[in-house]
Antibody, heavy 119, light 113 residues
Framework: EVQLVESGGGLVQPGGSLRLSCAAS????????MHWVRQGPGKGLVWVSRINSDGSSTTYADSVKGRFTISRDNAKNTLYLQMNSLRAEDTAVYYCAREGWQISTFDIWGQGTMVTVSS | DIVMTQSPESLAVSLGERATINCKSSQSVLYSSNNKNYLAWYQQKSGQPPKLLIY???TRQSGVPDRFSGSGSGTDFTLTISSLQAEDVAVYYCQQYYSPLMYTFGQGTKLEI
């Protein structure tokens, strides 16, 4: 079964850091570009970041540029999001998503992990 | 950035009736070199992650019932559910992937019975 499972969310103080992980299974992880998308409480979907299949190219939304770092370990079939200098407005459910083969958009999503930034 | 605007924000439709959701992009998402519209539709049920329904504006994802269809080109798009079922209650989002530096979603349309 194709699956993405996020972990690492939790409560963190403003200015703090957190690293999210996304474990992939059921497909050849190293063949696919991967993304992070977040959803604030009661709000819509916001794309955060993407990484290409070998990790050599990354892109970020302006709202997280310079604070978040996306990376991957293809040997471990795992995607990461290192989040630094966290702000209250980063509070959200964070989803990892696979960019489908030749469809350029997100065909598989994880269940999400909640990040709460609060003092 | 390409801004995606959905209408209506919420919609109530009777079981078995047609539901129509509109999505407008601030600039064309039609890529002329391959004649594809970089527009997708997602369904998000309460407490669940989004699920891809439609990509390339009108191609149904594998396993999606054929009562769901997408249409439109350029800047104006529509998601149609031909005969609403109880399990279709959800929030629906359009998304452009024409601009790979900034994927953007519509604000969502809440569909109720």
């Amino acid at each position: 079964e194709v699956q993405l499972v996020e972990s690492g969310g939790g409560l963190v103080q403003p200015g703090g850091s957190l690293r999210l992980s996304c474990a992939a299974s059921g497909f050849i992880f190293s063949n696919f570009w991967m993304h992070w998308v977040r959803q604030g409480p009661g709000k819509g979907l916001v794309w955060v970041s993407r990484i290409n299949s070998d990790g050599s190219s990354t892109t970020y939304a302006d709202s997280v540029k310079g604070r978040f770092t996306i990376s991957r370990d293809n040997a471990k079939n795992t995607l990461y999001l290192q989040m630094n200098s966290l702000r209250a407005e980063d509070t959200a459910v964070y989803y990892c998503a696979r960019e489908g083969w030749q469809i350029s958009t997100f065909d598989i999503w994880g269940q999400g992990t909640m990040v709460t930034v609060s003092s | 950035d390409i801004v995606m605007t959905q209408s209506p924000e919420s919609l109530a439709v009777s079981l078995g009736e047609r539901a129509t959701i509109n999505c407008k992009s601030s600039q064309s998402v039609l890529y002329s070199s391959n004649n594809k519209n970089y527009l997708a539709w997602y369904q998000q049920k309460s407490g669940q992650p989004p699920k891809l329904l439609i990509y390339w504006a009108s191609t149904r994802q594998s396993g999606v019932p054929d009562r769901f269809s997408g249409s439109g080109s350029g800047t104006d798009f529509t998601l149609t559910i031909s005969s609403l079922q109880a399990e279709d209650v959800a929030v629906y989002y359009c998304q452009q992937y024409y601009s790979p530096l900034m994927y953007t979603f519509g604000q969502g349309t809440k569909l109720e019975i």
